[in-house]
């Protein structure tokens, strides 16, 4: 079985400053890897997923995350941060099988 | 609109009171799924299924029970619920089975049990 490491399990950070949430998973076999938001009191949105080519993917709300397979790493990037971004954020990871595994959440908050 | 329903938001029962926690998707997808949240936790899925009646274990099945009889529906059973599963719950689904698709998620089940 995967497993999912989010470093920072807190983030703070002030608007329109960049910020990264970082991701590790365990495995070097062929993974797909998918970063999700979960606003407050709603269901987790798909933001962007690291199928297979370039290894850096582009998402929804200018969020981008960089596959580094040597460092089986995943992490989320955003060059400039809007109040709107504060949620929590989840990292997953299958391997092509029937499960996903998805790591245990980093908060991010964003100041004004 | 492409979603995932769930029903109830929100339920508070007793310790041994059987409840139904419903999850219906509107987009055809095979592969449905729940999951439960806790603090410090992350998501951890509960059961899953590949298509109708093709349901499997998660890495945290004890206490529940699933069906799947129709394509859109999946909903998930507490036979005799405790405090320990007191939590939130989310269904999700995908197209099939093969994990490159992502997940459509519906809005949450928070479950309370006293």
């Known amino acids: 079985a995967q497993s999912v490491t989010q470093l920072d399990s807190q983030v703070p950070v002030f608007e329109e400053a960049p910020v990264e949430l970082r991701c590790n998973y365990s495995s070097s076999v062929s993974v797909y890897l998918f970063w999700y938001v979960q606003y407050p009191n709603q269901g987790l949105q798909l933001l962007l997923k690291?199928?297979?080519?370039?290894?850096l993917v582009k998402g929804i709300n200018g969020f981008e995350a960089e596959f580094n397979k040597s460092q089986t790493s995943f992490h989320l990037r955003k060059p400039s941060v809007h109040i709107s971004d504060t949620a929590e954020y989840f990292c997953a990871v299958s391997d092509s099988g029937n499960q996903f595994y998805f790591g245990t959440g980093t908060s991010l908050t964003v100041i004004p | 609109e492409a979603q995932v329903t769930q029903n109830p938001r929100y339920l508070i029962t007793v310790t041994g009171k059987k409840l139904t926690v419903t999850c219906s998707q509107n987009m055809n997808h095979e592969y449905m799924s729940w999951y439960r949240q806790d603090p410090g936790l992350g998501l951890r899925q509960i059961y899953y299924s590949m298509n109708v009646e093709v349901t499997d274990k998660g890495d945290v099945p004890e206490g529940y029970k699933v069906s799947r009889k129709e394509k859109r529906n999946f909903p998930l059973i507490l036979e005799s619920p405790s405090p320990n599963q007191t939590s939130l719950y989310f269904c999700?689904?995908?197209?099939?089975?093969?994990?490159?698709?992502?997940?459509?998620f519906g809005s949450g089940t928070r479950l309370t049990v006293v």
């Open positions: 690291y199928l297979s080519g370039s290894t």
């Open positions: 999700a689904s995908s197209l099939f089975w093969g994990s490159d698709y992502g997940y459509t």
